[in-house]
């Protein structure tokens, strides 16, 4: 059962718009309906589950048994924007692309961007840090969440207001950070303040070919300082990847016919002015061409030449869908290590059933999303692959989470690797907010 | 009794260099020796003030009555930079300026700077969530903490690694931004891993005389929209304030002879193109002049010059303490309302001894350090100032600390100000990690 929608009228509810955001007695009358429902699943003891636009990967947002739905989808009466600070105060419910839209007209955006824009929700985005595209420019939710109203799975339902709307804040406990990436385990984000950034007038994006991935480390550490500010994306794909989009998804990738390269990188650049932003990726192709760091490249010439590249990128996904079925990974590495496990894989799997092993991903922030396909699940590949891939990911230094999360599908692994003494102060932070541990069950904490 | 300084030899113990960051086993040395110390007054309910840099300005790093003050000026031993990712992982007793200074080889910085950068403490800037003059353009130290190492009051002294060193890493809860801004209530922060930036090769200082307050806000508003991403500093001086520096610092203003403004504004840009971003400098100035929102406007023509601009600025402080007793103010305001209270003390103030009431501050972060000078400390200046303004900035949605932080100053009005039900939650936290209550009593939590 899907509670919120179970409500009659709900979207019709009014929000008392509050004087003051830090005058403690004000909550939203949808905090205060949310409020209701956990009270009542906290004394009849019902498992939650909050779910935003259920656009996760790691079924964080799924129900495992018998837990309630408790969608926020609907909580979209409040959308107030003052384009003095750049501050976006909203319910939870909105979908990202809808707030972009509406921050457009002001010349602002939300600084995160990622594939399910289209029906992610700024409350789910918040609940699960989300990373996406533009967080070697703008950094992750952490870097914009400033306050939110929040509801505890307690007896009484509490309704929190953390944090502000305020830049500058040092007062109390940062309290909002901890519901920032906690999957919706301490309680339910009915309402986000957060900073949000000026509308860029300049894009310029070019895509390279290059021939070794040391060289894409040099060509990272390159657009870091040649292009710094402005530098806003910095995507990885590797040959066999493109391979999978220019067969299953039909689309060819922009450099010269019959050039086949081990690795691509798509670079883009926001600016305010585009005569600076082009005399600045020209002079930092012409380095990475003289240097021979990139063997062939080309900068998109107009909106639809760079659209052509990112759907390149957005198509690495769909396009090993369709080569059967695919174990997917979302790795953050140390940088030196980014690549060495897809070859560590691809030897491991030798002689199994596994058709590609293959990696893409924002190399600018150590994020790989490695995948390996085979004809239909396997269960020598998955034994091969399992637990050695996450293993190795711990003893190189990384993260077997990087911006999916933890959700139902990593919590085996999340639970065997996590140290002791840390999963207790997850647990007691947990215990103390959700005291029957009523809220997603079977899932990040236990 | 400073803990650390009587321990000897305590600069030369040895750190064991971590195979791996999420390697939950590994601990270091200093990180044990802390961990002893706190678990010893864990047992003997001996209270402890961790102290860094002491260069905070609300007593949170000062005791109260018989605290042991437990200083981390010596752990200094681990110092490691990764110039692929700009992730530095360093113990936290070392100092800004030094820090920036080593990784100014490399060609990077930390993105936070202040005027107490030459003796706060990477631990300290961390504890205090420490904001300063290029917030506006990178964020706070929650934009840039990426995990940390920290000793828990509890009866094992446990040692906790919280985060990693990975730009995205979606395990577990995100314990690590729970410490920052805590001012030393739930343990203390022995080693960090915190994103660095590229160090900008261009930096433009602009000084304008402005007639209105009004003017200014529209001034934020152009720099937003027309430097952007190079906007690195938005600094705001009243004319009493300028007069004051004048007068007792012995600065001269850099605009023309006799022209006396009531607001000043510094802004700075930092990028990689120095052609670029003064062309960008010089659009935008003029448009503030063409548009008549500037009266009048200076543009550093080399560093000594806008040495002398900062000079000014960071002297505000200092300018005011000659003129008297200074009670001092730290409030984050909502853009409209930034100057209206300085206008309201005035007003408030007539007929007493004070002798100025005056306003600088980081005005793109809605930061405004309020002062107001009498020729000694006036109890009649008191009372009429508290809780007053307290009160008047909570009830524009202000914050009663910007960035300073709670410590001992503000504790008895954050106290009466805050929401009892988060306070709560506060409180509970806090027990959850010092469960006798002996880490920087009588401050932030009670």
Redesign the interface.
């Known amino acids: 059962m899907t509670i919120c929608d179970s409500f009659v009228g709900w979207s019709a509810w009014e929000v008392l718009k ?1 004087t ?5 007695t004000w909550t939203s009358c949808l905090g205060t309906k949310v409020s209701a429902v956990l009270k009542h699943c906290y004394h009849r003891r019902l498992a939650v589950v909050p779910q935003a636009g259920n656009t996760g990967l790691v079924g964080g947002s799924v129900p495992v048994h018998d837990e309630i739905v408790l969608s926020i989808k609907k909580i979209t009466s409040t959308f107030l924007f ?5 501050v976006l105060d909203c319910d939870a419910g909105f979908i990202l692309e809808d707030a972009d839209v509406r921050l457009a007209k002001d ?1 602002f955006m939300v600084p995160i961007d990622l594939g399910a824009k289209g029906s992610c929700l700024i409350g789910g985005i918040t609940a ?2 989300a ?1 996406g595209i533009r ?1 070697i420019r703008y ?2 939710m ?2 914009h969440v400033l306050g939110m109203e929040v509801v505890i799975p307690d007896k009484h339902g ?1 309704v ?3 944090g ?12 909002h ?2 519901f ?3 999957e919706g ?2 309680g339910v984000i009915t309402r986000i303040q957060m ?1 949000t950034v ?1 509308k ?1 007038n300049s894009v310029q994006s070019a895509f390279l070919g290059v021939h070794s991935f040391k060289q894409c ?1 040099a060509i ?2 390159t657009a ?7 530098l806003s994306s910095f995507e990885f794909i590797d040959g066999e990847t493109m391979q999978m989009v220019e067969q299953n998804a039909g689309l060819r990738g922009p450099l010269s016919v019959n050039s086949v390269f081990p690795f691509y990188l798509l670079i883009e650049t ?4 585009s005569v ?1 932003d082009l ?2 990726m020209d002079q930092f192709l012409d380095k990475c061409i003289d240097n021979e760091l990139a063997a062939d490249g080309v900068l998109a010439k107009n909106v639809s030449e760079a659209e052509h590249l990112w759907k390149i990128r957005e198509n690495c996904s769909l396009g090993l869908r369709q080569d059967g079925y695919v174990f997917k990974h979302d790795l ?1 590495l ?3 290590h980014f690549y060495e496990l897809t070859e560590q894989i691809r030897e491991r799997l030798c002689g199994t059933n596994a058709r590609r092993v293959c990696t893409f991903g ?1 190399l600018g ?3 790989a999303h490695l995948n390996v396909t085979t004809p239909k699940f396997d269960e020598g590949v998955y034994q091969r692959l399992y637990p050695f891939i996450y293993e190795w990911v ?13 959700g139902r599908l ?1 919590r085996e692994y ?1 639970h065997k690797l ?2 002791p ?3 207790m ?2 647990s ?3 215990r ?2 959700d005291p029957r541990m009523i809220l997603s069950p079977y899932k ?2 236990d």
């Open positions: 509050p003051s955001l830090t005058n403690t003052d384009d003095n600070s750049g010349g699960t840090n990373g967080l950094g992750s952490h870097s509490t929190l207001k953390l502000s709307n305020l830049r500058k804040d040092n007062t109390d406990l940062h309290l950070k901890l920032v990436g906690s385990q301490l900073q000026p860029p480390l990272l550490r870091k300082q040649m292009l710094n500010e402005i926001s600016g305010t002015e600076h005399a600045k953050s140390p940088l030196e924002h922030d150590g994020n711990v003893s190189k230094g990384g993260s077997i989470s990087a911006e999916h999360g933890i990593k999340h996590l140290d003494q840390r999963r102060f997850s007691n932070i947990k103390l907010f990040m904490i």
